[in-house]
């Protein structure tokens, strides 16, 4: 082994430990950011090394879509089913990537060891989490996009649009939600251990069902409007479908989208707060009772 | 040793009275109970003990990971429980066994990634990394997925992480855990270097190789049952146990055999060392002894007087007890015998010492478990 490179064992010089430790709020600061950067990197760089997420990500997702798309189509229902569908489809990928990729991670980093390296290192947690979610929503939307093309080309989707800065703001406010409450469950999941996977389980199919993917959540009725009011995959899809197929009739029973965009800027700040909230308490937690770094526990 | 001693400047690791419970069923486990350190900085300090010592608590109660249930501890004058934050930017640490990070990224990728969440801007995080990749001999696995990498590579690739942020005080658990001989080498060699490099520069090792912090170590703090049994250079633990100057001779011949030895000034014991008892002296062209004198001193008067006993000296050695013979002395039992929890922790398995020292054969067999023999006289 080298000893010898310049430099390579001096990077900064500091007068003392003391030094070293007194940060500027503007290195804080570019030290969160550049590790938002920093984890994102894995999931983007992963898009390009692991090509089996074609098959399982845009391949089958695009099967459970087409299979409505003939059911609507066997029915007789309107041509903006097909529409509904499609971008019900599309948008399962953020929500899949949401539960397997953030609400699972921390469990998993944890396990792989790197959570203890998170915590000991100068940033703050939260960036690690914005990191995964960038991460995240860079494969996801590369994964939403595919569907849609393909979906839309293949059945004849044709989109209606009066308002696209609400479409695009509603847009990237389900998606702050969402990851909002994926960083919210990451926290949890990471305090309830090995039952993480049964909710994974217990969450999807349900989730599936209540946030209308496949049809307008306003067919559900009080359900529905339970399901606008806390899950944002159902209320930004709600608001997106009346945006997206403005010339349609819409079923009614929901909220008008500008209504739709306010819940969800208030979900995205109730679930980033809670997520910060949580991971404090059990950072605090961890470090009470062991639980975060001690291997046998 | 500490480049410093400076009273002005705060110690690298100060710990006052740390006790650490677990609250596990069936009862509570003490892994640390009333534990004082003080570690200046600059020095490279070793807690040596066996698995469930406690050593793996202290460190991460000193990396801020773990609080404690009772006691103070401070990192350069940093507080582990509320001013976690400093201390995070100026230490790191690197554990055996290591699996962090992510396969799907190459070591260069991974590194640049922790490089991120230590802020260093993006360019120069790349350029630090390939000078550690060089450093820390890896040029060829600098492209490599992560995954592929053999243990010894990935822990290269550890320190490499742990050096990113050029920390001033490096925290190393266990860290040549399952690596062969040249790699657990590569290693040590490194973090010296490593250290050597800024004045100031602390290390804290745990380890169970004794061998490891006998060769890297200023200071050693033996720790067995969440307790400091004992503390001090290297050489200052080995005095504890030795309290005569043991030596072997290679003679050509010795008339009147080990007993004319035994008789002379300053000799405490003398017997035939091993081989020459079993073998009865009968294939041999050479006598070998070991020798207890009452100090170095006494060694000249034993030289001139083998003239008058026939024999010249043909090889001299000392023999120096190692760590483990300090660890035995201390509580009773060897690193490899684990005990249960509370068992041992008095002393009271004295019988593992072996012979008396009054056995004639006490320099034969403790001559066994030493690990280190000092070539005087060849």
């Known amino acids: ?297 | 040793m500490p480049a410093s001693t400076d009273a002005s400047q705060p110690l690298a690791i100060d710990v006052r009275g740390i006790r650490r419970v677990y609250n596990v069923k069936p009862k509570p486990v003490v892994a640390l109970d009333g534990v004082d350190l003080a570690v200046e900085p600059g020095e490279f300090f070793g807690l040596l003990g066996p698995n469930g010592a406690g050593k793996t608590t202290l460190i991460k109660i000193l990396t801020t990971l773990l609080l404690p249930s009772e006691g103070t501890a401070h990192i350069f004058g940093f507080d582990v429980e509320r001013q976690t934050k400093q201390i995070r930017r100026i230490m790191n640490m690197v554990a055996g066994g290591e699996q962090s990070g992510y396969g799907i990224l190459t070591v260069r990728e991974q590194l640049w990634m922790f490089s991120q969440f230590y802020g260093l801007p993006s360019r120069d995080g790349w350029n630090r990394v390939d000078e550690l990749i060089e450093a820390v001999g890896m040029r060829e696995q600098a492209q490599q997925r992560v995954s592929t990498l053999s243990t010894g590579q990935r822990q290269r690739m550890n320190f490499a992480r742990g050096l990113l942020n050029d920390p001033w005080i490096f925290f190393l658990d266990e860290p040549t855990l399952g690596l062969d001989v040249s790699a657990a080498r590569a290693v040590r060699e490194l973090v010296l270097a490593w250290k050597a490099a800024v004045p100031g520069r602390t290390v804290l090792l745990t380890t169970h190789y004794m061998q490891e912090a006998d060769e890297l170590c200023d200071r050693i703090a033996i720790v067995d049952h969440g307790r400091i049994l004992a503390l001090g250079t290297p050489e200052e633990l080995k005095r504890r146990v030795q309290r005569e100057s043991v030596f072997r001779l290679e003679l050509d011949r010795l008339e009147g055999g080990v007993a004319a030895l035994r008789r002379l000034p300053g000799v405490v014991n003398a017997a035939l060392a091993a081989g020459d008892q079993a073998n009865g002296r009968s294939d041999r062209q050479t006598v070998e002894v070991n020798l207890s004198l009452v100090d170095d001193a006494a060694l000249g008067g034993v030289v001139g007087a083998l003239g008058s006993l026939g024999g010249h000296i043909l090889a001299l050695r000392k023999s120096e007890p190692s760590l483990e013979d300090v660890f035995v002395e201390l509580v009773g039992r060897g690193f490899g015998d684990e005990t249960d929890e509370g068992d041992g922790g008095d002393g009271g398995g004295r019988d593992d010492l072996g012979p008396s020292p009054d056995d004639p054969n006490v320099i034969d067999t403790t001559d066994e478990a030493r690990e280190r023999e000092t070539e005087v006289v060849a």
């Not at chain 1, 804080?28 to 997420?53: C, D, F, Q």
């Not at chain 1, 990537?97 to 790197?114: D, H, P, R, Y």
């Not at chain 1, 000991?120 to 860079?138: E, S």
């Not at chain 1, 409007?225 to 349609?248: E, K, N």
Request: charged fraction near 10%; aromatic fraction near 14%; proline fraction near 5%.
């Open chain 1, 1 to 297: 082994m080298s000893t010898t490179t310049r430099n390579a064992f001096v990077y900064r010089p500091t007068a003392s430990p003391q030094a070293a430790a007194n940060w500027t709020p503007r290195q804080v600061l570019m030290t969160n950011l550049r590790t938002v950067i920093g984890r994102a990197y894995p999931r983007v760089r992963g898009l390009a090394r692991e090509r089996s997420w074609v098959f399982f990500e845009i391949l089958l997702p695009f099967l459970a879509t087409s299979a409505f798309v003939y059911v609507y189509r066997a029915l007789g229902a309107p041509p903006q089913y097909i529409g509904f569908v499609v971008l019900g489809g599309a948008m399962t990928a953020f929500w899949l990537n949401v539960i397997w990729m953030m609400a699972q991670q921390l469990w998993w980093e944890k396990s792989q060891g790197n959570l203890e390296l998170y915590f000991a290192a100068p940033m703050h947690i939260m960036a690690v989490l914005f990191g995964m979610a960038f991460g995240g929503f860079v494969m996801s939307s590369t994964r939403a996009a595919a569907v849609l093309i393909i979906a839309t080309t293949l059945y004849g989707v044709s989109f209606s649009i009066d308002q696209w800065a609400l479409l695009l703001a509603v847009f990237f406010l389900t998606l702050g939600a969402l990851y909002g409450l994926g960083m919210m469950l990451a926290s949890l999941f990471l305090m309830w251990g090995r039952e993480a996977w049964h909710l994974t389980q217990l969450l999807i199919e349900p989730v599936y069902f209540v946030s209308g993917l496949n049809f307008p959540v306003g067919r559900l009725g009080v359900l529905g409007s339970v399901a606008i009011s806390l899950l944002p995959l159902a209320v930004g899809l709600d608001a997106m479908r009346q945006l997206a197929f403005a010339d349609a009739a819409y079923p009614a029973g929901t909220p008008s989208p500008l209504v739709e965009a306010g819940i969800l800027c208030v979900m995205v700040a109730v679930f980033v707060g809670l997520s910060r909230w949580t991971l404090a308490v059990l950072e605090r937690r961890a470090r009470q009772e062991g639980r975060l770094s001690v291997r046998w526990q």
